[in-house]
């Protein structure tokens, strides 16, 4: 709730001399350049109308907020002001016949008339308002005012900072539908951050036969046998993995690291004729790997792009049913005055995901 501590005096002249009013503040973290994030203090916001007011608990941070962070921009976006990232949160509603209620928070909202989203492919929307890409501010404050259809009932089971994992597990999910999953089948993961090891889970739990999985990062190849791979491997970020020829080859790969190596480990670990799904991002705007793996195979390369709605409702399911599990994925919280301190771990891929409490 709204305290003293989160309110300053304004004022401003009247016909009878100077009046006071008390207007509501709350703390913000904005990234300002490459490596350059501050802590403001601004009004807190008013909901429009179909909107509400949420108090954010828990924000996880993303690769994708890490590329705003390091290289001030992502892809063909820059920051040209101050910008509010985060994109998997939840908080509390603060305003309206919902107020109380503990919320999971879809971050893109599409136009929802466009052709692609008569499609079913609102990811795709061109006009699509995603919080934490510019020029739309995302979860890293206190409070924000969101649409309310887009404020997903948090179910009991989903406890504390865990409502900032659902929005990954989508992503994940959304990644698996792409790569014509079906059980039975086997799959490599390449890239064992947050959305690489929840891809792993809801692998094996949707009937994978075998899962393969490499990082550059020790801990996290122990994360991804933890999270059920049959195989892990350490690599070098720029390199492959010491007999990763000699695989038995998989159906479908994953890049989740967002490097090309990852990439092409996917397209030699495939089958002939399998497919391949680019979940990470790369740090430039292009990717470059051995064409040649992936034509003699005739791969199917697919690009994931963010998730579809029906996917954070499946994560939400999946998460509440225990078929995914949520648990041992955050190794750090931090407050949101300390929010410098967590992206110097998100750069230096400390444990696995981090999560900012912007309120408790």
């Known amino acids: 709730r709204l305290t003293e501590r989160t309110t300053r005096r304004a004022r401003w002249p009247t016909a009878g001399g100077t009046a006071f009013a008390k207007v509501k503040t709350m703390e913000v973290l904005r990234l300002h350049g490459k490596d350059d994030v501050r802590i403001h203090h601004e009004p807190t916001p008013e909901p429009g109308p179909g909107e509400e007011l949420v108090r954010i608990t828990a924000v996880g941070l993303c690769g994708s907020d890490l590329h705003w962070y390091e290289d001030g921009g992502i892809g063909t976006s820059m920051v040209s002001e101050p910008l509010v990232l985060g994109h998997e949160m939840g908080g509390v509603v603060e305003s309206g016949p919902r107020a109380g209620e503990r919320v999971i928070v879809e971050p893109a909202n599409p136009c929802g008339t466009c052709?692609?989203?008569?499609?079913?492919?609102?990811?795709?929307?061109?006009?699509?308002?995603?919080?934490?890409?510019?020029?739309?501010?995302?979860?890293?404050?206190e409070y924000m005012a969101w649409p309310q259809r887009l404020l997903l009932p948090a179910p009991d089971s989903i406890a504390g900072d865990h409502i900032a994992l659902v929005?990954?597990?989508?992503?994940?999910?959304?990644?698996?539908d792409l790569g014509?999953?079906?059980?039975g089948m086997s799959a490599g993961v390449f890239g064992a951050g947050p959305i690489g090891l929840f891809i792993i889970r809801a692998l094996k739990a949707m009937g994978a036969s075998r899962v393969v999985a490499t990082d550059a990062e020790p801990h996290r190849v122990e994360a991804a046998l933890v999270s059920g791979a049959d195989e892990a491997y350490l690599t070098p970020v720029d390199g492959q993995p010491d007999g990763i020829d000699d695989l038995a080859k998989v159906?479908?790969?994953?890049?989740?690291?967002?490097?090309?190596?990852?990439?092409?480990s996917a397209c030699i670990t495939a089958k002939l004729g399998g497919r391949v799904?680019?979940?990470?991002?790369p740090p430039r705007t292009n990717h470059t790997f051995a064409a040649t793996e992936a034509r003699r195979k005739g791969l199917t390369m697919a690009w994931s792009r963010r998730m579809k709605a029906i996917h954070m409702l499946r994560a939400i399911e999946m998460a509440d049913h225990g078929i995914v599990s949520l648990d041992d994925m955050i190794s750090a919280t931090y407050p949101l005055a300390e929010?410098?301190?967590a992206f110097d771990d998100l750069v230096a891929r400390n444990g696995l995901k981090i999560v900012v409490k912007p309120t408790v």
Do not use: S, T, W, Y
């Open 115 to 141: 052709e692609v989203c008569r499609a079913g492919n609102g990811n795709l929307c061109p006009d699509v308002k995603f919080c934490g890409h510019a020029p739309i501010h995302g979860g890293l404050r």
């Open 277 to 281: 799904v680019v979940v990470g991002i």
């Open 339 to 341: 929010g410098a301190q």
């Open 251 to 264: 159906d479908v790969g994953f890049e989740a690291a967002g490097e090309d190596a990852a990439l092409e």
């Open 167 to 176: 929005e990954p597990l989508g992503i994940g999910l959304h990644a698996i």
């Open 180 to 183: 014509h999953f079906k059980a």
